[in-house]
């Protein structure tokens, strides 16, 4: 169908703005200024290795592992309710799920400040009821809490979608079989859930790990992650090549993640169904 | 019993997905600029809105970006679809994995990444430099609506077309992509969507005062921010869940 030549105003587009990209982004991880110009030089990398950077690798690790056990938490039970054929009421939950996705995530983020700060509105309930005024903001925990607020639809609905198509025989013969109703959960729906909650985890966490906007509008620049440390390194400090090591990290980093997941998912595609 | 448990459930999850947008409605018909105190009913914000120079450039900037990059994106990503197909499989695999970088990539990379290209190229950052940058991220979505699409179609039905006449170009246009147009319209709607709701790569490839409306939000979000924003985005909210629901009822199918 058609011809090789439909190709080309792509290959030449993707060169120019995907191929060259990654090369300079290498080129200035591997370089440092000199007086001769531009040389060869080990000293970007080797300064992630400080503990101040590993520090906040650390950080960003364990904020976006939180939020992504978190969002899988509340969605599984979630998308169990959605794909129930018994639950009557799904397709409006799962649109009022999607509908939020809709409005700029910015301004859903920057929302939350409303009801999060000092004199917010969840402090004015609290207060109201007797209680002490809370520290709500400016914390790792509200950045958790934006995290799971951003990503909880992009956990739900890969779930959800392997659930619904579960053959309902298929558990039924098990429960022929005398299997009990946890039973069923551990041996059918869990396993043959997998292909879900894993695509669901990477569509939670790699952008978790790789934020900058949720730890700088919910924490007011308190909590520091990878990408926060990027923007700095390039829009404030200029240090290009600090900012592309960076990058660089964060990019391996994914990679060797997605190879993770996908390796504990290609043992299921041959699955049963 | 279980099953009002399970409504119970699913509303608070629901509870929390609203909240903010609740918040942001309600404040946008608050007559103070403070967002604690509500100091009564007003619509100023909204007539504020259409006399705020910043965020109208914002939204002009975001659509017009939005519109050129979703067609631009859907021509240059369905060609590049149809080429692909023709090719060697080790080449075609060379090019599916490299369209998957922008997508796999964090944004942040890939914003930094076409900043440095931009600043390699001597290009002053602005509407041209965000325009190509949207164009890049979008056309990976489309050629991964389209490939699929075009997998499923019969290669023989537009051989039997040029058996019976018709030219390469004419079996093409009345042949294949009838057949993967749906592929072709879910990926200009990605596209669309993708750049209207950019934040990331905008902030890094754009400059010389072109903004949008994610840019103008952070922005906003440092001085502390305005209503106005809040009523625009009440307005956004309404357009968008109006046009669903006018989909939805238009074809039954369910919006997934």
Known sequence: MGKKSYGSPYFVWMSIFIIVPMFLVLYYAFTIQTDQGMVFSLDNIKRIAEP???????????????????????????????????????????????????????????????????????????????????????????????????????????????????????????????????????????????????????????????????SRLLSGGKVSLIGNVIEQQFLVLGDWGFGSALSLVLMVFILISMAFINKGSSGYEGGIL | MIKGMKKIYLSLIILFLYAPIIVLVIFSFNESKNRNVWTGFSLKWYAELFRDRDILSALKYTFIIAIIAAVVSTLIGTLASIGMFRLKKFSFNLVKNVTYIPVLNPDIVTGISLMLLFVFLQFEMGFVTMLLSHITF???????????????????????????????????????????????????LLAFTLSVDDFVISYFTSGNGVENLSMVVFSMARKGINPTINALSTLLFVLVMSLLLVINKKNKESLF
Not at chain 2, 155 to 178: C, F, N
């Open chain 1, 52 to 214: 101040l950077y590993i520090k906040v690798f650390v950080r960003s690790l364990v904020l976006a592992l939180e939020s992504t056990a978190i969002c899988l938490l509340i969605a599984y039970p979630a998308a169990m309710i959605l794909a129930d054929k018994k639950f009557s009421k799904s397709t409006t939950f799962l649109v009022m799920i999607v509908l939020p996705m809709w409005m700029n995530f910015l301004l859903r983020t920057y929302s939350w400040l409303s009801l999060l700060e000092n004199n917010g509105l969840i402090n004015k309930l609290v207060i109201s009821l007797g209680f002490e005024r809370m520290q709500l903001m400016y914390n790792e925990g509200a950045v958790v809490l934006g995290m799971v607020y951003n990503f909880l639809p992009f956990m739900i609905l890969p779930i959800y979608s392997v659930l619904v198509k579960i053959d309902n025989n298929v558990i039924e013969a098990a429960r022929d079989l005398g299997c009990t109703s946890f039973g069923v959960f551990k041996k059918i729906t869990v396993p043959l859930s997998l292909p879900g909650v894993l695509s669901g985890i990477t569509m939670v966490f790699m952008p978790a790990i790789s934020t900058f906007i949720i």
């Open chain 2, 138 to 188: 979008c056309i990976p979505y489309v050629i991964l609506s389209v490939l699929p699409k075009l997998k499923q179609t019969d290669i023989s039905v537009y051989e039997a077309a040029q058996d019976l006449g018709a030219t390469p170009m004419t079996a093409l246009w009345k042949v294949v992509i009838p057949e993967i147009r749906p592929g072709i319209v879910t990926g200009f």
